[in-house]
T-cell receptor
Framework: GQQVMQIPQYQHVQEGEDFTTYCNSS?????IQWYKQRPGGHPVFLIQ?????EVKKQKRLTFQFGEAKKNSSLHITATQTTDVGTYFC?????????????FGKGTKLSVKP | AAGVIQSPRHLIKEKRETATLKCYPI?????VYWYQQGPGQDPQFLIS???????DKGSIPDRFSAQQFSDYHSELNMSSLELGDSALYFC?????????????FGPGTRLTVL
């Protein structure tokens, strides 16, 4: 069945270092969404990418959607302790109704001060 | 801004008991989704409703049922609870026709089955 894969599973960085998580889908996606979940919290929507090759920036966060619309990445420049959490990518379930999302396993980011 | 409300926030049940989780979507959101998230796992889609009708079904056990009411709130009913049902249950809501299917998650209900 349809799968969304995400690597790495864990990433430990020193504060100020950069961080990247990668997401790959087994199927072409109409869009890809990124969520952040803080420890003990709920997933919070970060961004949605729709166009092939799209790049969007939010302050220190840069999101990319691959040309084939099957992969995506999230890059954080100069991480801060507030970036700690698990970052999930999610894509619409193929054949499902609008909005039914398939999540990647997430990348858990820890930042050492 | 109003967010998704879930109740209760914590629930402890015994095996074979039943549980009802409630979700109140963001006002004017017409779609509700339920997800189950085990410890250290990603959210797994269970079921969704659009305009009070079931719109999609994921990995929801037959022991679970859900519905959306006329005021758009939704309830997830879980019967014959098993130890493996212990998890965080998230409700999310979205509004259709806006060009995006951004889902806004509630704070979750932590269900513990003993």
């Amino acid at each position: 069945g349809q799968q969304v894969m995400q690597i790495p599973q864990y990433q430990h960085v020193q504060e100020g270092e950069d961080f990247t998580t990668y997401c790959n889908s087994s199927t072409t996606l109409s869009n890809i969404q990124w969520y952040k979940q803080r420890p003990g919290g709920h997933p919070v929507f970060l961004i949605q990418l729709v166009k092939s090759g799209e790049v969007k920036k939010q302050k220190r966060l840069t999101f990319q959607f691959g040309e084939a619309k099957k992969n995506s990445s999230l890059h954080i420049t100069a991480t801060q302790t507030t970036d700690v959490g698990t970052y999930f990518c999610a894509g619409p379930h193929y054949g499902g109704s609008q909005g039914n999302l398939i999540f990647g396993k997430g990348t858990k980011l820890s930042v050492k001060p | 801004a109003a967010g998704v409300i879930q109740s209760p926030r914590h629930l402890i049940k015994e095996k074979r008991e039943t549980a009802t989780l409630k979700c109140y979507p963001i006002p004017r959101h017409d779609t509700v989704y339920w997800y189950q998230q085990g410890p250290g796992q990603d959210p797994q889609f269970l079921i969704s409703f659009y305009e009070k009708m079931q719109s999609d079904k994921g990995s929801i056990p037959d022991r679970f049922s859900a519905q959306q009411f006329s005021d758009y709130h939704s309830e997830l009913n879980m019967s014959s609870l098993e130890l493996g049902d212990s998890a965080l249950y998230f409700c999310a809501s979205s509004v259709s026709g806006g060009g995006t299917d951004t889902q806004y998650f509630g704070p979750g209900t932590r269900l513990t089955v003993l």
